[in-house]
Each structure stands twice: as structure tokens, then as C-alpha cells.
């Protein structure tokens, strides 16, 4: 759940204190004021550079080029038999999703 909603409130404390700089500044560039909001989105980037490092993320699979050769050379080998490579190659990929799910 929190997942969602730091992002999210980062952001909105971003775009907010962004306007309230130029609010802040308009209204004759008071120090209390723009520090005040600067402080409030250097907290919110802190706290989203920590959500960032803190949050665990999947790693990607590596990419196993001798595998990838291979099926292309079964690929090809059905296709030199008489196969329509555009069938074999749906058959691969639908394939392909149905491991991955």
C-alpha cells in the first residue's frame, strides 16, 4: 500500500511547494515563507531518494543468448520442414507467455 502513496504525496508536495515559490514570491519574496517550502520539498525528495533505496525491486532476468540460438535453430529447423514460420513463430511466443505467467 505504501508502495502507492509516497510516490504520490512527493509529488504533490513537489508540484505544491513549486507553486507556493511563485505564491511566495509574488507576494514580496518573504524568507520565512520560501524557506519554509523548501525545506518541505527537500524533506519529500528525501524521503522519496529513501523510499527508492529502502524498497525492494525484482531483478530481471538474465538473458540467456545460447538458449535464444538454440530455440532459433529449432525455429528454423521446423521451418526448412515445411512449417509456416509465421505459425511456428506465434506457436513460440504464445508460448513464451504462457511460461512467463
Known sequence: MARRWIPRVCGVVFVAGIAGLIVASVNGNN????????LAMALAAIAL?????????DRIAP?????????EAQVAALVA????????RALVRDAMR???S
Open 31 to 38: 524568507a520565512g515563507y520560501v524557506l519554509s517550502i523548501g
Open 81 to 88: 520442414t515445411g512449417a509456416p514460420e509465421e505459425q511456428v
Open 63 to 71: 538473458f540467456d543468448e545460447a538458449a535464444a540460438e538454440q530455440l
Open 49 to 57: 531518494l529513501t523510499f527508492g533505496a529502502v524498497t525492494a525491486k
Open 98 to 100: 504462457l511460461g512467463r
